[in-house]
């Protein structure tokens, strides 16, 4: 199947600092990504869709402007999690759909653990 | 995209047939149905999908009812890294359909 990979894998920071979160699909161009979200004991929350080249679109809830989303190429995206607090603590992870290795499915990155302090 | 309901939990033995069962009764004709599963502070791993006919890989096998209103994953041999949430999805094809995650079923073989 289609790799996808996240860096890192795991960030502690400080409150009030930002993170920036890497998204790379290594076979196949990805002309959509996704970002999720995971609380512990809970399931994946989509936050928001991005298509190469064009702003992310965010699922209700989600502060556009504290969680900056780029998708400048077809190989790479990444979540940027500005001012961080303790509550944004969470594993978030990656998702990435298309090209010809990943056709219409979806594969998922091994997330990135953020703890902030 | 349609909702879908699974028991939250269900175990088997260490090399018997597991299967999870899927509920969803309000799919539409172009939804498919998708299985993930998560094992343990990782990300999601694709296993199956499907429109309507049987589907099977090396991984696992799928099977949906005629009217496409239930699905059951079929792990032929379960082993113990089997153990794992395993999420039933369905999803329309097309740039703007989305992977919406429910709460998953928790598989958890034993020895």
């Known amino acids: 199947g289609a790799v996808v990979s996240q860096h890192p894998s795991r960030v502690i920071c400080k409150s009030g600092t930002s993170v920036k979160i890497e998204c790379r699909s290594l076979d196949f161009q990805a002309t959509t990504m996704f970002w999720y979200r995971q609380f512990p004991k809970q399931s994946l929350m989509l936050m928001a869709t991005s298509n190469e080249g064009s702003k992310a679109t965010y699922e209700q809830g989600v502060e556009k402007d504290k969680f900056l989303i780029n998708h400048a190429s077809l190989t790479l995206s990444t979540l940027t999690v500005t001012s961080a607090h303790p509550e944004d603590s969470s594993f978030y992870i990656c998702?990435?759909?298309?090209?010809?290795?990943?056709?219409?499915?979806?594969?998922f990155g091994p997330g990135t653990r953020l703890t902030v302090l | 995209d349609a909702k879908t309901t699974q028991p939250p939990s269900m175990d088997c033995a260490e090399g018997r047939a597991a299967n999870l069962p899927c509920n969803h009764s309000t799919i539409s004709g172009n939804e498919y149905v998708y299985w993930y599963r998560q094992i343990h502070s990782q990300g999601p791993q694709y296993i199956i999908h499907?429109?309507?006919n049987n589907e099977t890989n090396e991984m696992a096998s799928l099977i949906i009812t005629e009217d496409r209103k239930s699905s059951t994953l079929i792990l032929p041999h379960a082993t113990l890294r089997d153990t794992a949430v395993y999420y039933c999805?369905?999803?329309?094809?097309?740039?703007?359909?989305?992977?919406?995650f429910g709460k998953g079923i928790t598989l958890s073989v034993r020895p």
């Open positions: 999805i369905v999803r329309s094809t097309g740039a703007n359909s989305k992977l919406t």
């Open positions: 499907g429109l309507k």
């Open positions: 998702s990435a759909r298309g090209g010809l290795a990943g056709g219409d499915e979806q594969f």
